[in-house]
């Protein structure tokens, strides 16, 4: 019966019969979506299974067009409007324009720059598309209000919360829900929430950004897509980058309306963390409980998103930050997260024995000569002692040296270990080599291991290999 009704509708707007239909892969919503092939060119065709829903997209699609913004046309509608079909865009999502990027976290030009077209057509959407929209149209409401704040967050408490295990004080988490619905609905404004701006509802056609799934828009504060976008569980942003496309959002909202950097970022973080649980109660339902596995693969990017954004706690909500920090650090998150932490292994040597082989296979890293710093090991007096010992300390340090040597080392691994933060990769090494793997070579890997150790959160692994001694430094 589908296809038959999509035929119809085809054959309506092209006058020819289609040659064939094809089922898209599904998405996160029950909507059905299918290309429509024939000798008339392309269609996609949509079946949804809420006819207000259908209508929600119908009336702001044709109000989009009108303020030509980039949306797919809708060309014919069932009489049931029930299905209808439109424009076909393509194949190419943005998440998957930017997926080297999002799976290295270093994005080319290419994918930076649609991004930034993508960040700053967000405005036109939320205040253009608000001049004259019909919000009564909405679905399931007309607005972001206090009641569908609660809904978003119990979805959280009772989909994902509690299928984690965790115990909590019911009566408390509810005042701090209350707080924070408190604090969202400050925000309230006559601009148009899309609420599922994300990179998986923008395609890519002819190298600019075309957007679709708007049906659950209504009016609400503009701050929740921009947390929705750039918080989104794979996106896989660095806090720069971040920091990058909200500067580029600033910039083209100033021609709607002007905005103070320092209370918009204030004010964003709120939102931020009211969407990562609207998400991870989501990703309860349709992972948990629905047994979809794109969604329980999703969980831990989301938790790696709440992880970092709570190094900045929340005092206005104590006890539902207590609480997310608990949770954040439950053993089924906290091992899938250590598998994607940087360990950096440090090693001494002796070039006569051999330059260190990398058990990770990932090539070796750093390997630093430090034969070239005044050596200790040619006087006799020094030969006893090691790079650990005070009396080769003062002597490598007294003409200075090995530290301005070191200051080079740092440089280089410093700008290399916060790139392979950022990337997501899992090991580096670094090793400094001497004569005889005693002295200078000693000293060097002992200092090198203690600057990571204080400057980043990652696991160093200290080896001095021909002393025979390890030593780990942990996490902070």
Known sequence: MTNDTLSS???????????????LPSSGSNRRYFRINGAAGSLIGVVGTNRLENEAFLSFDDHFISKGLPVPRVLAIAPDRMSYVQEDLGDTLLFN???????????????????????????????????????SKCF????????????????????????????????????????????????DSLTFMYRDFQSRNVMIKDGEPWFIDFQGG???????DVASFLWQAKANFSDSFRLELIDEYIDAVQKYQPIDPDSFHRTLRHFVLFRVLQVLGAYGFRGYFEKKPHFMQSVPYAIANLRALLEQPFDEYPYLSRMLADLVNLKQFTSDESKRLLTVRVM???????????????GGGYVFDCRAVNNPGKYERYKPFTGLDRQVIDFLEEDGEILTFLDHCYALVDATVQRYIDRGFTNLMVSFGCTGGQHRSV??????????????????????????????????
């Open 9 to 23: 509708l085809y054959k309506q707007c092209r006058g020819v019969d289609p040659a064939d239909i094809v089922e």
């Open 97 to 135: 324009a930017i997926e080297k990027g999002r799976l290295t976290r270093v994005f080319s030009q290419f994918e930076r720059e649609l991004l930034v077209k993508t960040i700053r057509r967000l405005p036109d959407f939320q205040f253009a598309g608000a001049q004259g929209l019909d919000f």
């Open 140 to 187: 399931p409401v007309p607005a972001f209000d206090r009641r569908s704040i609660m809904w978003d967050l119990n979805y959280f408490k009772y989909c994902f919360l509690k299928a984690t295990g965790l115990e909590f004080e019911e009566d408390r988490l509810e005042d701090d829900f209350n707080a924070l619905a408190d604090k969202l609905m400050e925000s």
């Open 218 to 224: 209504r009016r609400g504060p503009f701050y929740y």
């Open 348 to 362: 001494s040597f002796a070039y006569k024995k051999g330059i260190p082989n990398d058990p990770t296979g990932n």
């Open 443 to 476: 000293y060097s890997a002992q200092h090198m291991a203690e600057h990571l150790n204080r400057k980043f959160n990652v696991k160093v692994e200290l080896i001095h290999r021909e002393q025979n001694i390890e030593q780990l430094f942990n996490r902070k």
